[in-house]
């Protein structure tokens, strides 16, 4: 065996493994960007409307069950705040891929997020605290003592803003298949990951290029009679 063969197969290793980071947790903002229409073509947009948006938020453990209820309640109540809200998530969600898709190399995309995410930080009087979630896990937590409507969208910008002070926005991007729109945070040490989902997209991808390999052959050449 060669003797730099297991040093090459360390380095092969390490380019694909994950890069610990100060930001391993969960990006929920790329979440929510990728519950649009274009990131979710065979089902269309995942936050329609205000009852699948609150869906969405708990399961992303976003806002706890009770405080879902509560907030559904309401919202039967006050219809058209919970329709302002709908149209708010937009906006936020609008500026957010902005941000993931072009934020790395535009400023003004970067001014514009800080914007939005100020906007929404600053309209919503509550507490912060530490809660524990039914598996174990301790999260930071904000209780709103206001508009609970309004409040909905904190934990997805305080998401946005914890990746922009880590300055994590070179490693984010869309996914190099034209076909999909998805964004994801890449995590590989060489930082040159391509696709959101190798089984998927990168799968996709490998075969086009076969495909085109394959037209360019030459056809065997037919022997002399």
Avoid: Y
Avoid at 48 to 56: C, M, P, V
Avoid at 66 to 81: C, D, H, S, V, Y
Avoid at 125 to 149: C, E, W
Avoid at 150 to 177: G, H, K, N, Q, W
């Amino acid at each position: 065996m060669n003797p730099a063969t297991p040093a090459l197969n360390r380095r092969a290793e390490e380019r694909e493994r994950p890069a610990r980071s100060a930001a391993s947790r969960s990006r929920l903002w790329l979440d929510f960007v990728n519950t649009d229409l274009s990131a979710q073509p065979p089902r269309g947009d995942l936050v329609r409307s205000f009852e699948t948006l609150l869906t969405w938020l708990s399961s992303r453990g976003a806002i706890d069950e009770e405080r879902a209820g509560g907030i559904a309640r309401r919202a039967k109540l006050q219809p058209a705040a919970a329709a302002a809200s709908l149209v708010d998530a937009g906006r936020v969600r609008a500026a957010l891929r902005a941000l993931a898709e072009r934020g790395a190399s535009s400023n003004r995309i970067q001014d514009d997020a800080v914007v939005e995410i100020n906007r929404v930080l600053g309209r919503s009087a509550g507490t912060r605290r530490i809660d524990r979630h039914s598996d174990g896990l301790l999260v930071r937590a904000f209780v709103p003592t206001g508009d609970a409507f309004a409040s909905l969208m904190i934990p997805i910008v305080e998401s946005a803003a914890d990746s922009l002070v880590a300055e994590e926005l070179p490693r984010i991007r869309r996914c190099a298949d034209p076909v999909c729109q998805r964004v994801f945070f890449d995590a590989t040490r060489n930082g040159m990951r391509r696709w959101c989902d190798m089984g998927t997209c990168g799968n996709r991808a490998k075969a086009a290029r076969h495909r085109a390999k394959s037209r360019l052959r030459p056809f065997p050449e037919l022997p002399e009679r």
